[in-house]
């Protein structure tokens, strides 16, 4: 079956793999005609969920009353807005609930768009960012949806907001008891997990559940492991009506690149492919002192601070770390931290994007800045932010006792493995894991 699959049925066990689709998503894979039909418009022929359900009309929603979470994003091959389109072929959209950033896209990092009507739709749009079960429950109610469309593209680190806003809503959705469907989309690290998995007592709003730093899995993957492994440990009935319609012509192989052409950055500080591949990693400079170049034009690319100098550059290429090199770098962030200051340190260049492990070559970055210069030091919080983000307090324990980036990666390595075991059977894609 290549488009829909259930994440969980009604008293299969955890771990089980789903092998068919429910009635809403019967028919889809059969589509072969309209909007979204031509099969090289995306990368190597590729076909999201959402071009794969309007090339057949979006019947899947017929007679539905449909609630979209989704932004930027959310958009068929020709770059129109999902509920534009929805809303232009009949479908009963009852209304939008927006992210951070918003359903426009008009709000900056730790910001929305407040609850409007959309003016080109006449949709009510909910401000949906930092929503928790409840108040997700009391806007599917108050809108009186029945079934709940989630088509966010995802940059693959557990840090990265959109995904938590999945699961609130697909708790939301199991107490109000209706649908979920998830118009899938390409993960753009591909498919290989990498990275410490969160522990018990370090969920936040930055990591919820127990999945890897760089979790390996598209966002329809996750809400079958969700639904499968979490749903009940969270107190809710897993999903009866739980559906993904699955990208067509996507290996886990494939990475950043292969969708290079369609990207639309999925927030303000996710400019590029590049800037998403190296994030699972440099992403966690936001713990530090260090810019993570925040108000420049490559973010999570330019990592420096007042006080670096030309050694950590030189230092870093020395360690000959797999498809990265770094160039020495000056740049004035225009907000965020060192605002106005002048700072040195690197860029850091793909060279092979197949071949980088982002997670470790911060990790070498970091053991490196630690080593050289005095002035590092976490944000001000006692490094409670580096613990939130590697998903316990064992990164920030071995750092400061002077560990090697190496005893720091192979200290994750046995939890990563059986992540890899423990989500197996969630999957829909063929390739390495």
């Known amino acids: 079956m290549t488009v829909s699959r259930r994440g969980m049925f009604r008293g299969v066990g955890i771990g089980a793999a ?6 809403l998503t019967a028919g889809v894979a059969r589509a072969d005609g309209g909007r979204g039909s031509k099969g090289g418009g995306r990368g190597r022929g590729l076909r999201t969920g959402a071009d794969v359900a309007a090339a057949d009309q979006w019947r899947v929603f017929s007679g539905r009353k449909v609630g979209v979470i989704t932004n930027p994003t959310g958009v068929l091959e020709d770059f129109t807005s999902i509920v534009d389109d929805m809303v232009a072929r009949g479908v009963d959209v009852g209304a939008v609930f927006g992210p951070e950033h918003g359903f426009r896209g008009t709000a900056q990092a730790g910001e ?99 999945i890897a730093q760089q979790h390996g899995m598209t966002v329809g993957e996750l809400a079958r492991f969700f639904n499968g492994v979490f749903m009940e440990r969270a107190g809710q009935v897993p999903l009866a009506d739980l559906d993904v319609i699955e990208v067509r ?22 400019p590029t492919p590049q800037t998403a591949t190296i994030y699972p990693g440099t992403g ?61 340190g690197v860029q850091v260049h793909l060279i092979d994007e197949e071949k980088v ?36 307090d064992r990164f920030r324990t071995q750092f400061e006792a002077g560990a090697s980036a190496e005893e ?18 969630y999957l829909l894609y063929p390739g390495p894991r």
């Open 18 to 23: 789903a092998v068919a689709g429910s009635a």
């Open 112 to 210: 929305s768009e407040e609850t409007f009507v959309d003016p080109r739709t006449g949709v009510t749009v909910y401000d949906a960012y930092g929503a928790n079960v409840a108040k997700f429950a009391g806007f599917f109610t108050e809108s009186g949806v029945d079934t709940v469309v989630f088509d966010i593209r995802d940059v693959g680190a557990r840090f990265y907001t959109y995904i938590w806003t999945m699961w609130t809503a697909m708790q939301a959705a199991s107490q109000v008891g209706i649908a979920f469907v998830v118009l899938d989309r390409p993960n753009p690290l591909g498919g290989r997990a990498r990275g410490p998995v969160l522990q018990e007592g370090f969920s936040s709003g930055v990591g919820v559940l127990e």
């Open 249 to 270: 012509g996507w290996r886990r192989e494939m990475v950043g690149p292969d969708q290079a052409d369609r990207w639309i950055p999925p927030s303000p500080n996710m």
């Open 284 to 344: 966690m400079f936001e713990s530090t002192n260090f810019s993570e170049g925040r108000g420049t034009t490559r973010p999570f690319e330019l990592i420096g601070a007042p006080y670096v100098d030309h050694q950590w550059a030189a230092a870093l290429n020395e360690r000959g770390l797999k498809g990265v090199e770094f160039r020495e770098a000056y740049f004035v962030p225009t907000f965020s931290k060192n605002q106005g200051q002048v700072c040195a």
């Open 357 to 392: 492990d982002a997670i470790a070559v911060a990790t070498h970055m970091l053991v490196e800045a630690r080593d050289l210069y005095e002035g590092f030091d976490w944000r001000g919080d006692g490094g409670r932010w580096i613990d939130l983000l590697t998903g316990s």
């Open 408 to 425: 720091i990666i192979e200290a994750w390595q046995p939890e990563l493995q059986q992540f890899v075991k423990d989500t197996r059977g």
